[in-house]
């Protein structure tokens, strides 16, 4: 299985760079996590947001296999906890369709990308900065999978 999180941004710390590799390294063959980055759209003084937007869900669009199953972040979306995670997780497993998570850049997610997406997920209510989603992401997804394979990290 082969989960990919899409995510606009690039260039991230290093401290961002070494704790996601950190759980990603954890995670055993048959489940494969991995980053793709998407250029951020220019944004500057006079510059249309709505644009900005729409060539970053363009490009993130372009990123999706058509087989995949997509899930958006977003705030508006459901929020689940670890253990309801680690159940979607096994249900992903089971319908043995890859997984694309899509993660937006500062002004969310294109609209066709969150039309594009069969769920939408909320990490929390909170504002977060994109390079914390990012190992938020990369942990609760290895928490998720340590909880169906009983493993003790999530004790």
């Not at 260039?11 to 390294?25: F, G, I, N």
């Not at 979306?77 to 249900?91: F, Y």
Request: glycine share 6%; proline share 5%; aromatic share 8%.
């Amino acid at each position: 299985m082969r989960v990919r999180i899409i995510a606009v941004g690039t260039k991230m710390p290093s401290w961002v760079l070494e704790a996601t590799q950190d759980y990603l390294k954890r995670f055993p063959r048959e489940w494969s996590v991995e980053f793709v980055e998407i250029a951020l759209g220019h944004r500057g003084k006079g510059q249309d947001t709505a644009k900005a937007i729409a060539k970053e869900g363009e490009n993130m669009l372009a990123a999706i296999d058509d087989r995949e199953r997509v899930i958006a972040l977003d705030v508006q979306g459901k929020s689940w906890s670890t253990e309801q995670l680690s159940q979607q997780m096994q249900h992903w497993q089971m319908d043995a369709r890859n997984v694309a998570l899509l993660v937006g850049g500062p002004d969310g997610l294109a609209p066709e990308c969150l039309a594009k997406a069969e769920h939408r997920w909320s990490l929390s209510a909170l504002t977060l900065p994109h390079p914390l989603v990012r190992v938020l992401l990369a942990e609760q997804l290895y928490r998720g999978w340590s909880i169906l394979k009983n493993h003790p990290y999530h004790k």
